[in-house]
């Protein structure tokens, strides 16, 4: 069973060949298969000229892992770290988690907390608080989570600096299958930080809306999501999946309708994407971007070695030296 640590690392390397083309984010992974004990995972670019590449860089990254599959330090390119913990008490599970720069000097720390009544969680929160070393404050941003009598989640709201900004809304079938979520906001949204004021009553505009459908065996097929501005619907997104539940191609469409952008999206055996194929639609014409992911595993099933290539020149090569628990 393959055991998703909790940070994944977005270092958000885009290469701009156009404006409307770009490959995907180049991500350290830390998802593992098996009894993982700790991993160094490096991430290679070519020397090149012309583009808008990390020439020639090299970023490492460090994970070390408990027996119990919990991540219990993270050490990134810029040599800062992030340690974490898990506290059980009855009831109450809270995760610890605290970043620091590479001097130690503490950047962030981040709480997770469920709180259960007779085995099932009934409320869980998120907690980020960012330390500003000039200032000596602290801001604190936090989300809760609500749930039904069964475990499914059912409200979610976003607070900054103790003020509700967002909260999103999960509707599920008679057997649970969540078949739409709604993202709303409230009115200062897009105010001046300034003339900001928590409006009274409920929610007032959506941002974000997306229906599930499945097949007759419950299984997701498609998903329709809906962006909205202050004028109404800014853009609408298709996405179709396999048998295993994986996104294998999304279409997007303008607010009159015409389609603006699609990917087409291949795995292999274990799951990984092995191709993404993209186009873009613009004033009749279409730009087209094909990245392709060559990939080798370990006997426990891990991959060890990634390449990288957009249209067939060389993006990036990525490694993981893995040790395991005996």
Not at 254 to 273: A, C, H, L
Request: glycine share 8%; proline share 2%; with cysteine.
């Amino acid at each position: 069973m393959k055991k998703r640590l909790f940070f994944s690392i977005l270092l958000g390397l885009l290469i701009p060949i156009s404006v409307l083309c770009q490959p995907s984010v180049v991500e350290f992974s830390g998802s593992f298969v098996g009894n993982v004990k700790s991993c160094k995972n490096v991430i290679k670019f070519p020397i090149s000229e012309g583009r808008h590449l990390p020439s020639g860089e090299e970023r490492v990254i460090y994970f070390n892992i408990s027996r119990s599959g919990m991540e219990e330090e993270t050490i990134y390119p810029d040599g800062s770290k992030t340690s974490q913990t898990i506290v059980q008490k009855t009831g109450k599970k809270q995760i610890n988690s605290v970043h620091k720069d590479a001097s130690g000097r503490t950047v962030s720390y981040y709480t997770e907390t469920f709180d259960s009544v007779d085995g099932k969680i009934v409320k869980a929160s998120q907690t980020i608080t960012s330390v500003n070393s000039v200032e000596n404050k602290e801001k604190t941003d936090f989300l809760t989570y609500e749930y039904d009598t069964v475990e499914n989640k059912t409200y979610i709201t976003s607070y900054q600096e103790g003020i509700p900004i967002s909260q999103t809304v999960e509707t599920r079938d008679y057997s649970g299958l969540l078949i739409k979520d709604v993202w709303y906001h409230w009115g200062w949204f897009y105010q001046k930080s300034e003339e900001r004021g928590l409006l009274k009553g409920s929610r007032s505009n959506i941002s974000m809306s997306t229906s599930y459908i499945y097949n007759a065996k419950g299984k997701l097929i498609q998903t329709i999501e809906y962006h909205y501005g202050i004028e109404g619907v800014t853009s609408r997104s298709v996405s179709y999946y396999d048998k295993n539940g994986r996104e294998t191609r999304k279409c997007v469409y303008d607010p009159d309708d015409y389609i603006s952008s699609e990917i087409k999206i291949s795995y292999d055996s274990k799951g990984m994407v092995t191709q993404k194929a993209f186009k873009y639609f613009n004033d009749g014409e279409t730009t087209t971007l094909v990245e392709k992911y060559v990939i080798k595993y370990d006997k426990q099933g891990n991959w060890i070695f990634r390449q990288a290539f957009v249209n067939g020149e060389l993006y990036y090569t990525d490694t993981r030296e893995i040790e395991y628990w005996d």
